[in-house]
């Protein structure tokens, strides 16, 4: 149970922290849940035993820190395109081309 | 699979300008040259939406020495913040004609993560005479013919804009044919009646349309594929729901400009 759990705990943990890299906002708040969550059960196993209780307490920071990044992240960054002067370029030149093909056409 | 997921987009976009048990005649053109929607793309990853592209659909006037034509332009771009994983700059667009909506030209160009789709249209009759680009393989030029009334996906959507949807009842199908990526592809719209939805316009009655398309492994279902166009003489299409094997998204108009009515 207490393996399980540790394992489970870490690899939440580590999904917590890859996931603040990508731009997918809230949803770090999964793996993070699930981390604190093992991290509320290591913590109280540790205690009943006796043991020492930083293992717990660095996978619960790891986690609430990844989602404190992506929620933020997601709050901050807004949903705006790149000015994008080669597809702009790009567009300028299929029109011209069109309109050739079009003049062909007639 | 975020190509499939922009490229279903337009395609359901498209084959929402369905026509059901409608005449084959234009009724009042719903969009005029300088209308501009814009719309965000949204993918469904466990319940919460993550917005990824935005798509802008684009109508102008282009001259020629003897005509002009409408350009009916369609872009996907990918918000800045996806740029650094996976970048996409999709450009679709027709030449029709202003009068009938009859397409003269469709072209496709397509740069997706560094991926390359080139691809040309030109309509003579009932063939195509067609140029392809993938990658570096080089162009490859091929004549095809294709059934009457058959028409590329852009072309197809503002063709549908103007047919009157208000005709059709409910549970009303109609399968019709669209030609992409060189193939006829036969889809299937069903009238599932009108929906009252939130859109930027306010709470707006909509003509709400399931999607399907045949042989086509994304967008088989039945009615997991829904477009809702505004049940006015905009005909807007303002939410498109869709369902694929891997999951769902939608695509949200947010911005609108220089509508007709």
Redesign the interface.
């Given at each position: 149970m207490k393996l399980l759990t540790s394992i489970i705990a870490i690899l939440g943990a580590i999904i917590t922290i890859a996931s603040t890299i990508?731009?997918?906002?809230?949803?770090t708040i999964?793996p993070a849940l699930i981390t604190i969550l093992c991290g509320i059960i290591l913590l109280k196993l540790h205690k009943k035993e006796g043991n020492n209780i930083l293992f717990p307490k660095v996978i619960i920071g790891l986690a609430v820190a990844g989602a404190l990044i992506s929620s933020c992240r997601s709050l901050l960054?807004a949903?705006?395109?790149?000015e994008?002067q080669?597809?702009e370029q790009?567009?300028e030149k299929?029109?011209k081309e069109?309109?050739e093909?079009?003049?062909g056409?007639? | 699979m975020i190509i499939k997921l922009i490229q279903n987009y337009i395609l359901a976009l498209v084959l929402t300008a369905s026509s059901f048990s409608f005449s084959q005649e234009l009724s009042s053109k719903s969009f005029k040259s300088g209308e501009h929607l814009s719309y965000?793309a949204s993918y469904n990853?466990?319940g919460?939406l993550?917005?990824f592209a935005?798509v802008n659909m684009k109508v102008a006037t282009?001259k020629?020495?003897?005509?002009s034509?409408l350009?009916l332009?369609c872009?996907a771009?990918?918000?800045?913040?996806?740029?650094g994983?996976f970048k996409i700059?999709d450009?679709y667009?027709a030449?029709v004609s202003p009068y009938s909506l009859k397409p003269?030209?469709y072209?496709r160009?397509n740069?997706e993560n560094g991926t390359i789709r080139k691809e040309?249209y030109?309509y003579k009759g009932n063939n195509i005479q067609s140029t392809y680009v993938r990658g570096k393989s080089g162009t490859i030029k091929a004549n095809f013919t294709i059934p009457s009334n058959t028409r590329d996906i852009v072309s197809t959507l503002y063709y549908i804009r103007n047919l009157p949807i208000d005709k059709a009842n409910t549970g009303d199908r109609k399968d019709f044919n669209i030609v992409f990526d060189r193939k006829i592809k036969t889809a299937t719209l069903t009238f599932m009646g009108t929906e009252t939805i939130s859109t930027i316009f306010g709470n707006k009655k909509c003509y709400k349309i399931g999607v399907s398309v045949k042989k086509d492994k994304l967008l088989k279902g039945k009615a997991s594929n829904i477009v809702y166009i505004t049940a006015d003489k905009n005909k807007v299409p303002v939410l498109i729901k869709f369902s694929i094997p891997v999951g769902n998204g939608q695509l949200k108009l947010t911005k609108s400009q220089n509508l007709k009515y």
């Amino acid at each position: 149970m207490k393996l399980l759990t540790s394992i489970i705990a870490i690899l939440g943990a580590i999904i917590t922290i890859a996931s603040t890299i990508f731009p997918i906002g809230n949803l770090t708040i999964f793996p993070a849940l699930i981390t604190i969550l093992c991290g509320i059960i290591l913590l109280k196993l540790h205690k009943k035993e006796g043991n020492n209780i930083l293992f717990p307490k660095v996978i619960i920071g790891l986690a609430v820190a990844g989602a404190l990044i992506s929620s933020c992240r997601s709050l901050l960054t807004a949903d705006k395109i790149a000015e994008d002067q080669k597809f702009e370029q790009r567009q300028e030149k299929s029109n011209k081309e069109a309109v050739e093909d079009l003049e062909g056409l007639e | 699979m975020i190509i499939k997921l922009i490229q279903n987009y337009i395609l359901a976009l498209v084959l929402t300008a369905s026509s059901f048990s409608f005449s084959q005649e234009l009724s009042s053109k719903s969009f005029k040259s300088g209308e501009h929607l814009s719309y965000q793309a949204s993918y469904n990853m466990s319940g919460v939406l993550t917005t990824f592209a935005e798509v802008n659909m684009k109508v102008a006037t282009v001259k020629t020495s003897k005509n002009s034509y409408l350009h009916l332009k369609c872009t996907a771009n990918t918000y800045k913040k996806w740029d650094g994983f996976f970048k996409i700059r999709d450009l679709y667009e027709a030449y029709v004609s202003p009068y009938s909506l009859k397409p003269y030209i469709y072209k496709r160009d397509n740069n997706e993560n560094g991926t390359i789709r080139k691809e040309k249209y030109i309509y003579k009759g009932n063939n195509i005479q067609s140029t392809y680009v993938r990658g570096k393989s080089g162009t490859i030029k091929a004549n095809f013919t294709i059934p009457s009334n058959t028409r590329d996906i852009v072309s197809t959507l503002y063709y549908i804009r103007n047919l009157p949807i208000d005709k059709a009842n409910t549970g009303d199908r109609k399968d019709f044919n669209i030609v992409f990526d060189r193939k006829i592809k036969t889809a299937t719209l069903t009238f599932m009646g009108t929906e009252t939805i939130s859109t930027i316009f306010g709470n707006k009655k909509c003509y709400k349309i399931g999607v399907s398309v045949k042989k086509d492994k994304l967008l088989k279902g039945k009615a997991s594929n829904i477009v809702y166009i505004t049940a006015d003489k905009n005909k807007v299409p303002v939410l498109i729901k869709f369902s694929i094997p891997v999951g769902n998204g939608q695509l949200k108009l947010t911005k609108s400009q220089n509508l007709k009515y």
